[in-house]
């Protein structure tokens, strides 16, 4: 018999970790757009901010998200 904590645990496996690539914030649009149209040749590197305090990434959900996104 299964419990719930397990049951969760299966169908997160079969879920994938990313429901979409695309980057719906507004914010990151417009300051996205500022760039490309102030600075058009200038190399930019974004960095991803964990606002949630409850959320919390283990290593294994981070090592998952970088196997999903590499394909």
């Given at each position: 018999?299964?419990?719930?904590?397990?049951?969760?645990?299966?169908?997160?496996e079969d879920?994938?970790?990313?429901?979409?690539?695309?980057?719906?914030?507004?914010?990151?649009?417009?300051?996205?757009?500022?760039?490309?149209?102030?600075?058009?040749?200038?190399?930019?590197?974004y960095?991803?901010?964990?606002?949630?305090?409850?959320?919390?990434?283990?290593?294994?959900?981070?090592?998952?998200?970088k196997?999903?996104?590499?394909?």
């Open positions: 018999m299964q419990t719930q904590t397990n049951q969760r645990e299966e169908e997160e879920t994938p970790p990313v429901r979409s690539i695309l980057d719906t914030d507004l914010y990151k649009f417009t300051m996205q757009q500022a760039i490309l149209h102030h600075f058009p040749t200038s190399q930019v590197s960095k991803f901010t964990n606002r949630s305090k409850e959320m919390r990434f283990t290593r294994k959900s981070v090592e998952k998200v196997q999903y996104v590499m394909g």
